[in-house]
């Protein structure tokens, strides 16, 4: 089956300590996103990639770093410099980084810093 | 600055009636509109979608109707069901872009037995 799959789903962290969470798709997608989602609030735009080796900042990329290694990952590590990780995090692909395409979603993963 | 507004936190419609979402937007770049329903602790499914060039776009009980000039977008289910109970987002992308897509809040929808 095709999809993106995100891990693990649930993740506790202390606090100063660096995570990375694993986004990985099997749809032949060419551009790759993260997404943040806090109570209440929509989603919004971390980092995101069109092409393997090359990603740009979001709107709220700090405290944040992405790789794009290959194709079909895109890690997402959330540094001790993010001030407030605890979120419900939520990584996409899409087929044209140019065209009009829908975005396709992962199951999440909810950080939470104890 | 949200550039995606959905103004209503919440709404609830007896089963077998219309719902009706609404989303307002600022950034005149948007030319592709979409629309996703999401249940807690998931990730976002993708429903429905429309292009600039179109002001309607249907598929099955889902329409979507774009107003260009009101810079409005509306997500009619017809009829609802219980199963339609959760978080509708609205999202646009613009051209020129990477096509990241910047969100609304999300409506709770609630469709009572």
């Known amino acids: 089956d095709g999809g993106i799959t995100q891990s693990p789903k649930y993740l506790f962290r202390k606090e100063g300590q660096n995570v990375t969470l694993s986004c990985e798709q099997n749809?032949?997608?060419?551009?790759m996103y993260w997404y943040r989602q806090d109570p209440g609030q929509g989603l919004r735009l971390i980092y995101y990639?069109?092409?393997?080796?090359?990603?740009q900042k979001g709107d709220i990329a700090e405290g944040y770093s992405v790789s794009r290694e290959k194709k079909e990952s895109f890690p997402l590590t959330v540094t001790s410099a993010q001030k407030n990780p605890t979120a419900f995090y939520l990584c996409?692909?899409?087929?044209?980084?140019?065209?009009?395409?829908?975005?396709?979603f992962g199951q999440g993963t909810r950080l939470t810093v104890v | 600055d949200q550039q995606v507004k959905q103004n209503s936190p919440s709404l609830s419609v007896q089963e077998g009636r219309i719902s009706i979402l609404n989303c307002d937007y600022t950034?005149?770049?948007?030319?592709?509109f979409l629309w996703y329903k999401k249940y807690p602790a998931e990730g976002p499914t993708f429903l429905i979608s429309?292009?600039?060039?179109?002001d309607k776009n249907e598929d099955g009980r889902f329409t979507v109707f774009l107003n260009k000039s009101a810079k409005h977008l509306s997500l009619h289910i017809v009829p609802s069901q219980p199963g339609d109970s959760a978080v509708y987002f609205c999202?646009?992308?613009?051209?020129?872009?990477?096509?990241?897509?910047?969100f609304g809040s999300g409506t709770q929808l609630t469709v009572l037995p």
């Open positions: 996409a692909s899409s087929k044209r980084t140019g065209g009009q395409s829908e975005a396709f």
């Open positions: 999202a646009a992308s613009a051209h020129g872009s990477a096509r990241q897509l910047t």
């Open positions: 950034n005149s770049m948007f030319d592709y």
């Open positions: 429309i292009s600039s060039i179109k």
């Open positions: 990639s069109q092409i393997v080796n090359d990603f």
């Open positions: 749809l032949n997608h060419d551009a």
